[in-house]
């Protein structure tokens, strides 16, 4: 480093979406362009948010879905640079488990191209980038976790 980089340390807070239909775990994941990149739901904190508001609103704007958090899932960071200002980010997103309540995912905002209900294992393997899938990962396994210590279900 040449001393004059600046490093800057932004935060963000999204979820993973579950829900049960017909016996199979389905979760929500976000699209943009062709080909489609998918991702996890996730944004920047509005003035005096908390992570939890954070991650509620963004879910909210960028699925279409309202939703209660079901639990945290922790935190990824990762590093990037903008070499046209001189500035290296180091990106910390928090990301919790959430349930939907209402809403629709045809009425997601125009920052993603499509929003649909995936399959939970193939869910994993679309995800763009490993944090991510790493994320979607860990929260399958609490699911799977709290279904094994409730009655058992047939799947």
Same mark, same amino acid.
């Given at each position: 480093?040449n001393?004059k980089?600046?490093?800057?340390?932004?935060?963000s807070?999204g979820?993973?979406v579950y829900?049960m239909?017909e016996?199979? $775990?389905?979760t !929500?994941?976000?699209?943009r362009s062709?080909? #489609?990149?998918?991702s996890?739901a996730?944004?920047?904190? /509005?003035?005096?948010?908390?992570?939890?508001e954070t991650a $509620?609103?963004? !879910?909210r704007?960028e699925?279409?879905?309202? #939703?209660e958090?079901?639990g945290?899932?922790g935190?990824? /960071?990762y590093w990037?640079?903008?070499r046209?200002?001189?500035v290296r980010?180091h990106?910390?997103v928090?990301?919790?488990?959430?349930?939907?309540?209402g809403g629709?995912?045809?009425q997601?905002d125009p920052?993603?191209?499509?929003?649909q209900?995936?399959?939970?294992?193939?869910?994993?393997?679309?995800?763009a980038?490993?944090n991510?899938?790493?994320?979607?990962q860990k929260a399958?396994d609490i699911?799977?976790?709290r279904?094994?210590?409730?009655p058992s279900e047939?799947?």
């Amino acid at each position: 480093m040449n001393g004059k980089t600046r490093v800057e340390t932004p935060i963000s807070a999204g979820g993973v979406v579950y829900q049960m239909n017909e016996g199979r $775990l389905e979760t !929500v994941l976000c699209g943009r362009s062709q080909p #489609v990149r998918w991702s996890l739901a996730k944004g920047t904190p /509005d003035p005096g948010e908390t992570l939890e508001e954070t991650a $509620l609103r963004e !879910v909210r704007e960028e699925t279409g879905l309202e #939703v209660e958090i079901d639990g945290s899932l922790g935190s990824i /960071d990762y590093w990037f640079a903008d070499r046209s200002r001189d500035v290296r980010y180091h990106k910390t997103v928090h990301f919790y488990l959430m349930i939907p309540v209402g809403g629709a995912t045809d009425q997601h905002d125009p920052e993603f191209d499509v929003v649909q209900w995936f399959d939970a294992e193939k869910a994993v393997k679309a995800l763009a980038h490993s944090n991510e899938a790493n994320v979607l990962q860990k929260a399958l396994d609490i699911i799977a976790e709290r279904n094994m210590a409730g009655p058992s279900e047939r799947t």
